[in-house]
Nanobody, 119 residues
């Protein structure tokens, strides 16, 4: 059974940094693109960033320069660092995995971790 488990969310103040983690079990992330999405209250799910199986990265224009996505294949984990957090970053953050052969289809999703940024 494949599981993606996010952690690292919580209540922070605007300007704080935080690092979200996503640990996979039941699959080896080395062959997967690992992505981060978020869903803010009353909004659609939003793509944030992904780290490709080969190590390259893609970011949504809205978060470039403030979010950093990374992976550690040895730990079967992916990470999302948020710098200079803002109240509009308040959302549930999800990680997802897409195989390298079907990079636009996210087959596996985590349950999400809540991030709340107070002003």
């Amino acid at each position: 059974q494949v599981r993606l488990v996010e952690s690292g969310g919580g209540l922070v103040q605007a300007g704080d940094s935080l690092r979200l983690s996503c640990v996979a079990s039941g699959l080896t992330i080395g062959s997967y693109n690992m992505a981060w999405f978020r869903r803010a209250p009353g909004k659609e799910r939003e793509f944030l960033a992904r780290v490709l199986w080969g190590g390259g990265t893609d970011y949504a224009d809205s978060v470039k320069g403030r979010l950093t996505v990374s992976r550690d294949n040895a730990k079967n984990s992916a990470f999302l660092q948020i710098l200079n957090s803002k109240p509009e970053d308040t959302a549930i953050y999800y990680c997802a995995a897409a195989s390298r052969w079907y990079p636009e289809t996210y087959d596996y999703w985590g349950q999400g971790t809540q991030v709340t940024v107070s002003s």
